[in-house]
């Protein structure tokens, strides 16, 4: 039994050998293929896919009416709007709100001013704006779990992503106090114009596309070894085919012999 563990572990180290070999001896292939799905993903990243620009706006929610009229905050009301920022966060996703921030949008930049990046339809009261495209901008979600809520508006274009996120501050104080009953709405600051695009982030799929072409050169090149008969030494002989070696017989080609014979 020791006898064969023996044998299994010099079969492991001739295998790793052998793919060690294989791949040094296709090194140049596995680069050349890597930097061309690299390339090819980074001229995809940057002329197919859409620039996106990413704004942001905070809310701070109180939601019990009388602190607006004593002016003291209570440690329970600070919990209670805790908990519920995410309630006001699916209320603001309803499609009154976005309908309602669409009218805004259209007020300011008109059809041709969203055109590309919002799509504008016509219906029997005029134009609008899908509440679904809008929907599809805006993400909500509350700060490290308190009361403030933060509304990120992602578009194409850098100002109107500022405007989705204004047009949401104007919006929401109304809706929160008319269904929750909150006491008031505040922004924090102001959402500020993108210096750079959010999306798509270049850096990280020229990465994966290198690492796909790698992983595939890869894949091919043993395929191609796996699938090549070609018996090129002794060696070769003995391990894929179990036969002994008895001798060689050398070939010589015609230049090689009359060199022999000048000799």
Known sequence: MGRNLVMEDNTVQVDLKGAVKVVLDNAVVIIAITLIF???SLIFTKVCIPKKYTSSVSLYVMNNKATQNTGEILS????ASQMLVNTYAVILSDNLVMEDIGKILLKKYGEKGLEGILPVLDSEQGKYIPSGSIASCISMGSVNDTEVLQIRATTRDPQVSVDVCLAMSEVAPE???NIMGVAYVNPIGYPELPSGSSSPNVS?????????????????VFALKFLNNTVDDEETLRNKFGIPVLGEIPVY?????EGANNV
């Open 204 to 220: 990280k799929n020229v990465i994966l596309g290198g690492f796909f072409g790698f992983v595939l050169s890869i894949g091919l």
């Open 76 to 79: 329970s009301d600070i919990s």
């Open 253 to 257: 080609t015609a230049n090689e012999s």
């Open 38 to 40: 690299a390339t090819v």
């Open 175 to 177: 809706v929160l106090s």
